[in-house]
């Protein structure tokens, strides 16, 4: 990744949901998702700089990046060179387009003197994940960190996001692959399932807002939708049998646990990142 004077770094955090309703409005700045999901200090660093043409970068290789690429539109017609580093895989249920169009918003806006303000470049992020169909609700909970609680739909405000407190607990996860956003999103038999699952377990979460409650919550709802693959079934099982908690990544062929005790090292390579509170934040 270069660097410049001219130059500005960004990050954002991976953020996994565990519970998500899907709410599509005419306005994308209120359409989204209302639900529950967990921040990683795994994310993007993004650094942007002045450029001739506007180029994206995603862990060194050039590439479309339609997210952020309609980030970057929204924001300014200057050309500039993204380089963005993601510690998470793409696809996988980890909110990686909207942790990089938001760290790039943040870049953008510094680096060009723009002046916006924070909750402005995350209403950006967002318009352009939603336009995208790369995901609903991943911004809204990359802004304030933790274990969000989202209320409601769209881009609120910081404060009106909830948030079960916890420590910085490690998150260990094993991915066996992608699902794709786009296609559960425009399947309106699917969505209806969710939405009915999402509104029972939120509020069941609700109820008891804790750590062990979003994971048990989360994977009700996982195994109520039917996206789950008999690898994750297994995997999340083979945790709770050793004593841990576990649930599946939305939307993604991903588990993710605490206190696996070693089960997932089973079924792949284990991966682990800490519960990040803060949310994104230039560099």
Same mark, same amino acid.
């Given at each position: ?11 954002a ?8 309703i ?29 450029? &001739?043409? *506007? ?10 990046a339609?997210? *952020? ?14 380089e ?34 924070? @909750?402005?470049?995350? &209403? ?54 992608e ?12 969505? &209806? ?33 039917? !996206?789950?693959?008999p ?21 993604? @062929? ?8 070693g089960? !997932? ?19």
């Open positions: 990744m270069s660097f410049s004077k001219n130059s500005t770094r960004a990050f955090p991976a953020h996994i949901s565990g519970i998500f899907i709410d599509i409005k005419n306005d994308p700045i209120h359409s989204g998702s209302m639900g529950a999901g967990i921040c990683l200090e795994d994310g993007a660093v993004t650094t942007v700089r002045p450029a &001739k043409e *506007t180029t994206i970068k995603i862990n060194g290789d050039v590439c479309e339609s997210t *952020t690429l309609s980030t970057i539109k929204l924001l300014t017609k200057k050309p500039v060179m993204v963005t580093t993601l510690s998470v895989p793409i696809g996988a249920g980890f909110g990686a387009s909207a942790a990089g169009a938001l760290s790039t918003a943040l870049a953008v806006n510094k680096t060009l003197s723009l002046n916006m303000t924070f @909750n402005d470049l995350a &209403k950006v992020a967002h318009i352009a994940e939603v336009k995208n169909r790369t995901g609903l609700g991943d911004v809204a909970g990359m802004t304030c960190g933790g274990i969000d609680i989202r209320k409601h739909a769209g881009i609120p405000p910081i404060w009106s996001i909830d948030r079960i407190p916890c420590s910085d607990e490690i998150i260990s996860w094993v991915c066996f692959g699902i794709s956003t786009k296609s559960v999103l425009s399947d309106d038999i699917k969505k &209806k399932s969710i939405n009915k699952a999402g509104r029972f377990r939120l509020k069941e979460l609700l109820k008891k807002p804790t750590i062990d409650n979003f994971f048990m919550q989360s994977c009700a709802f996982a195994k109520e939708i039917e !996206l789950m693959s690898q994750v079934r297994d995997a999340i099982e083979a945790v709770e049998a050793s004593g841990g908690i576990a649930s599946q990544a939305m939307l993604g @062929n991903t588990v993710f646990a605490i206190n696996d005790n089960a !997932l090292s089973e079924f792949g390579e284990v991966k682990k990142s800490r519960i990040s509170h803060c949310g994104a934040h230039l560099l």
